[in-house]
C-alpha cells in the first residue's frame, strides 16, 4: 500500500524552527517528486515547496529565504527545513507524491495525513 506519513510538527514561537519529515512507504520516493502543501484555517490548500525526482527545488516566494526542501532516497524521506518561522507559516503542512510535480494540488497521486504547525508566543 502507498503511503505517505509527515511528523515534526508542532508549537514554535515567531523566529523558530522546525524541521518536517516525509516517510515514504510502499514506493520507491525517487520515482516521484514530492511537494509540500500547506492549509490555514479558513483558507485553500497552498503549495510551499517541491522537489523533483532528480532533486530540482522550487519554493513559493514568501518561503524562499526561510525553507529548504531535501530528500534522502536511500531512506525514503522528504525533508522540509523552515527556518525563522511567521505566525502566517501556521497551518496543517501536507507532503504529496507526483510523477509531474507543480504547484497544482491536482497533479498529485498521493496525500500524507498533515501535521500542525503552531507559530505562536
Known amino acids: 500500500q502507498l503511503q505517505l506519513v509527515e511528523s515534526g510538527g508542532g508549537l514554535v514561537q515567531p523566529g523558530g524552527s522546525l524541521r518536517l519529515s516525509c516517510a515514504a512507504s510502499?514506493?520507491?520516493?525517487?520515482?516521484?517528486?514530492i511537494g509540500w502543501f500547506r492549509q490555514a484555517p479558513g483558507k485553500g490548500r497552498e503549495g510551499v515547496s517541491y522537489i523533483t525526482s532528480g532533486g530540482y527545488r522550487n519554493y513559493i516566494e514568501s518561503v524562499k529565504a526561510r525553507f529548504t526542501i531535501s530528500r534522502d532516497n536511500a531512506k525514503n524521506m522528504v525533508y522540509l527545513e523552515m527556518n525563522s518561522l511567521l505566525p502566517e507559516d501556521t497551518a496543517i503542512y501536507y507532503c504529496a507524491a507526483s510523477h509531474i510535480v507543480s504547484w497544482s494540488e491536482y497533479e498529485y497521486d498521493y496525500w500524507g495525513q498533515g501535521t500542525q504547525v503552531t507559530v505562536s508566543s
Open positions: 510502499g514506493f520507491t520516493s525517487d520515482d516521484y517528486g
